[in-house]
């Protein structure tokens, strides 16, 4: 009986300690960091809200980028084919094909970009 009183005891000191620590944790910035990563200054977390596009019907995306106009994301994928998103009503559209043999690159969809 003596032993089960020293482990609920010991337990009880424990989970003072925990409380006390995370209490002073949310409250104290120089101990913040304890149980999460510092912050980032200048950081955002505009990430939280985006989302998984699915590239159905291809192997990869293999990278993505978008174009000086901000329009994209372009995607190019496994089997040479450079896709790009045209919105959640169109979709991913073939914009370019490129294969190995290639000595330039047949651009199906013609668009002007503007370096402005």
Known sequence: M????KIVA???IVIAIVSVII????TNT???NLFCAPCIEGSNNNLEGSRIIQVTGALGPESIAFDPN????????????IL??????LGW???AVTTSQR?????????KVSRE
């Open 93 to 95: 559209t073939e914009f």
């Open 2 to 5: 003596n032993r089960n009183k």
């Open 84 to 89: 790009k998103w045209q919105g959640d009503e």
């Open 103 to 111: 000595c330039g690159c047949l651009l199906l969809a013609r668009e």
């Open 70 to 81: 901000g329009d994209g994301p372009y995607t190019g994928v496994a089997d040479g084919r």
């Open 23 to 26: 209490s002073i944790n949310q």
């Open 30 to 32: 120089t101990l913040r």
């Open 10 to 12: 010991s337990a009880a």
